[in-house]
């Protein structure tokens, strides 16, 4: 009787992880199919319109000027979030550059990701200025970035393209070849 019922016990703890784990996924999913402004969202998209448009969010330029995600539209973006505590982003800095130089309409957006403990504006600075990197930096010191694009690994890289739709997201580092293909998609 006992083992009954601790199996009946794990058998209610079981759903109701299941079921608040399908809640909680239904609900992030729709919050950013809202947050997008998507007419995917709506049901109402064509072939044309299948990719999600993407978040718009203020992020401070390397002068400290606040600059919103929107303000690139018409240009090809490749939006890198990075840290300087992340091997894998640094690893990747070096091919970002080359293609920086070698795609100068695309819009590189080196977004650190600067929560203002274990990474700060500072300390990002001093990477770049050490490693003589010339492709743009940006900081994300109010996270919205990382909030409205559900960043939880890093580096990720998001490609937009000019009409500022979402074409790719790639989740971890990039070798020089997948970069480029990403550039490409959005071209």
């Known amino acids: 009787m006992k083992n009954m019922f601790k199996w009946l016990l794990i058998l209610v703890l079981l759903a109701g992880i299941i079921g ?26 064509t072939a044309e319109d299948e990719a999600l448009a993407v978040p718009d969010f203020t992020m401070l330029d390397y002068n400290g000027k606040e600059v919103n995600l929107s303000d690139f539209k018409g ?24 293609a920086a130089k070698e795609y100068p309409d695309v819009q590189f957006i080196m977004l650190n990701v600067t929560d203002g403990l274990r ?19 940006f900081f994300d010191i109010y996270m919205e970035g990382v909030n409205d694009y559900y960043i939880t690994s890093y580096p ?23 970069l480029i293909a990403g550039i490409e998609s959005i071209t």
Do not use: H
Not at 21 to 41: F, G, I, P, Q
Not at 156 to 178: C, P, V
């Open 20 to 45: 608040g784990s399908t809640v909680l996924y239904n609900r992030l999913s729709k919050d950013y199919k809202e947050n997008n402004n998507s007419k995917v969202a709506s049901g109402e998209n």
């Open 156 to 178: 990720t890289t998001i490609f937009i393209d000019s009409e500022g739709e979402l074409a790719a997201k790639q989740i971890g580092a990039l070798d020089y070849d997948r």
């Open 119 to 137: 990474e700060t504006e500072e300390s990002a600075r001093k990477y770049i200025e050490d490693n003589g990197y010339e492709f743009d930096v």
């Open 75 to 98: 240009k090809p973006i490749v939006l890198n979030f990075w840290a300087t505590w992340c091997y894998y982003c640094k690893e990747e800095m070096p091919e970002f550059d080359k």
